[in-house]
Structure formats: structure tokens, C-alpha cells
């Protein structure tokens, strides 16, 4: 079985628009822990749009939040349309009481088959930009997106692929160079093989990056963002939603408890889904599937999930302290597998 998972770097027009998202609910948060806040960005050419709900005592200032993000982008100017305005007053209603801010569904997951707890190829496709990243290389551009296929019969690396951003005077054969390296690093990092089908820049060419060659809009590298498709995904986006959205919260939490029941050898890999109704305090159900890695019952580790966890979002919020969370650092890079995160201890 070859299975392949992805990740998008920083400088992704798709990841640019997150982190504007995230910068501003942090921003609020850290001033006022009531925040509210449910925020889209969007941005194309040197044109940032930002839209959705906030309701804060804070007074922040986007244009200077989104100046924050996009200068270290190298994004000097900017043209900025602010659309935000705030929460309905029905949603609040739910959410004051302690229910849930929306209806919804979602999944978290946790395999052992790495230290991070998530699937080998979605952790290869991740070291390889951070460590692309990490070397910072002056002909490399900031806009990357890297594939891994992983073939779990044969445990092997079947083909490695990463496209980036390059300046304009770096030939194939140069950036080729660059990147091989990196690939080759990972795979040997976990003492992998390093014969795999190398795929670099497979158009030839990628000079004109980030928002002047695509659109992005917060919320849709959700896939990158959690387990690269080994699980299923409840449709909800994390970035720009304070936690009280479930979209969010829900997700964290459904990821340290299959963290803990594969991290206390309950199972060996574990997907797990909570479902909530707007307003609702409780979930309405939860689901287990340890795939056959368990020797309970996925019904019987359900009856122990309710017993161990307060599932109420207020109960979420206050088990894994999510007031307090800089949420800049889960932005780039997957919201998972980060051992400062308190959903990952």
C-alpha cells in the first residue's frame, strides 16, 4: 500500500492568509480572554481582505497585525479591505450559556508508527520544508509545497516530491541540487531508504510565488494542517476561530485523547470523532475506530472516554488551557506533532 501525504510552507498564499487569521485572534485573546473572534482573510496581488466576527474590549489594529505578517513575507506593501464585524447576538446566546458555537463534527487521530504520533509520510513532507526553511538559502523562495508516498508494505520512501519558489538566476539543475539534499537529510533522519523517485520543480520552473501567483483564503490547507489525509477530516478549518468554535477546540481535544490511549499502549492507532449542536453543552455522540490495534473494545474505550474527559467546550477550553495559547505557533507546519502544544502532552 503506497499512501502520500503533503505539507505547504509558510510563504503558502493559503498559509499567508492563516497566519493574518491567527496573528489577530492571538492578538485579541492575549488582551481579553472574553474574545470572540471568528476571522477570514483573503489575498491576491498586494490586496489583503479581511472579513468576519469579532467581539472584544480590546482595540486592536489590523492593518498593523497584518503588516506583521506579511513584512517577514517580504510583502513591503499592501493594500487592506477590513470587513469585520461582530459576533450574532443569537450564537452568543448558545455560547454564553457554554454550549457549543456551532453544530459540527470532528476527528482526531494518533499512530505510533512515529515519535510525533502521526503518519510517517505527513511527517516527512513536514521536516522537509521546515528544514528548507531552516536553511534559509538565498536562492530558495518562501512559497513550497512538499509530497511524500510513503509504501507501507515494503516500508520504503516510493517517491519524495518538493516544489519551490527559486529567484529568477537559479537554474533547475541548481535548485535540484538544494532540495535533493534536504530530501535525502529527512529520509536518512529516520534511518530511511534513499533510493525513492526524486520529483524537483517538476514544471521547471517556479519563480513568481506566494499571492502574486495564486490566490489564498484562510482555511484551505486543512489536510496539511492535521494528519495528511490518513484520517478523516470533520470539514472544519482551525485558523482565525477563537475556542469556542468547536472547529477548533472539538479537534484538539480529539487529538490528545488518541494521543493518550496510543501514547498508554491502549491502541496502536486510533482515530476519534466528538459531534456537538450549537448551544449544546455535551456532544451529541462520540466515535472510536482503533482499526483492530486494540485489545478493548472500541465501544467499551468510548464508555472511557466519557468517564475521563470533560467534552463541554468550557471543559475543553479549560483542560488545555486554550485562553492562553499563542496560536501563531500551530498556524505553519501542521497544528499537531508540536511538543510545546498542550493538546500534544
Known amino acids: ?50 472579513a468576519g466576527e469579532v467581539t472584544t474590549n480590546h482595540h486592536y489594529d489590523t492593518m498593523a497585525i497584518v503588516k506583521s ?24 446566546q448558545g455560547v454564553d ?5 456551532d453544530q459540527g463534527l470532528m476527528f482526531g487521530y494518533a499512530t505510533n508508527e512515529t515519535k510525533e504520533f502521526l503518519p510517517l509520510p505527513y511527517v516527512l513532507a513536514t521536516k522537509a ?4 526553511k531552516d536553511l534559509d538559502h538565498s536562492l530558495l523562495g518562501l512559497d513550497a ?6 509504501d507501507y508494505d515494503k516500508k520504503r520512501i516510493d517517491t519524495f516530491l518538493i ?53 489564498g483564503v484562510t482555511g484551505r490547507k486543512i489536510i496539511a494542517d492535521t494528519y495528511g489525509g490518513a484520517c478523516r477530516h470533520g470539514g472544519g478549518a482551525f485558523s482565525g476561530k477563537d475556542p469556542s468554535k468547536v472547529d477548533r477546540s472539538g479537534a484538539y481535544m480529539a487529538r490528545k485523547i488518541a494521543c ?24 451529541v455522540s462520540i466515535y472510536v475506530n482503533t482499526f483492530g490495534t486494540s485489545e478493548y473494545s472500541d465501544e467499551s474505550i468510548v464508555e472511557m472516554i466519557r468517564v475521563r474527559y470533560d467534552l463541554t467546550p468550557q471543559g475543553i477550553i479549560k483542560e488545555l488551557d486554550l485562553l ?4 501563531t505557533k500551530t498556524t505553519c507546519y501542521g497544528h499537531f506533532g508540536k511538543a510545546d502544544l498542550p493538546w500534544e502532552v
Open 324 to 327: 492562553n495559547v499563542d496560536y
Open 1 to 50: 500500500m503506497i499512501f502520500t501525504s503533503e505539507q505547504v510552507s509558510m510563504g503558502h498564499p493559503d498559509k499567508i492568509c492563516d497566519q493574518i487569521s491567527d496573528a489577530i485572534l492571538t492578538d485579541c485573546l492575549k488582551h481579553d480572554k472574553a474574545s470572540r473572534v471568528a476571522v477570514e482573510t483573503l489575498i491576491k496581488d498586494d490586496k489583503v481582505i479581511v
Open 129 to 132: 520544508l521546515l528544514k528548507l
Open 69 to 92: 505578517v506579511l513584512e517577514p513575507l517580504g510583502m513591503l506593501k499592501f493594500n487592506l479591505i477590513d470587513l469585520i464585524g461582530k459576533q450574532s447576538s443569537d450564537i452568543a
Open 145 to 150: 509545497k512538499a509530497q511524500v508516498s510513503y
Open 260 to 283: 493518550d490511549l496510543v501514547r498508554e499502549k491502549i491502541a496502536k492507532r486510533c482515530e476519534v470523532q466528538i459531534a456537538y449542536a450549537i448551544g449544546k453543552k455535551e456532544p
Open 97 to 101: 450559556s457554554g454550549g457549543a458555537g
Open 163 to 215: 516544489s519551490t519558489q527559486h529567484k529568477e538566476e537559479a537554474s533547475l539543475a541548481t535548485v535540484t541540487g538544494i532540495v535533493s539534499h534536504v530530501m535525502l537529510e529527512v529520509a536518512k533522519d529516520y534511518k530511511l531508504n534513499t533510493d525513492f523517485k526524486m520529483l524537483v520543480n517538476p514544471t521547471g520552473r517556479f519563480v513568481l510565488g506566494g499571492s502574486f501567483a495564486d490566490a
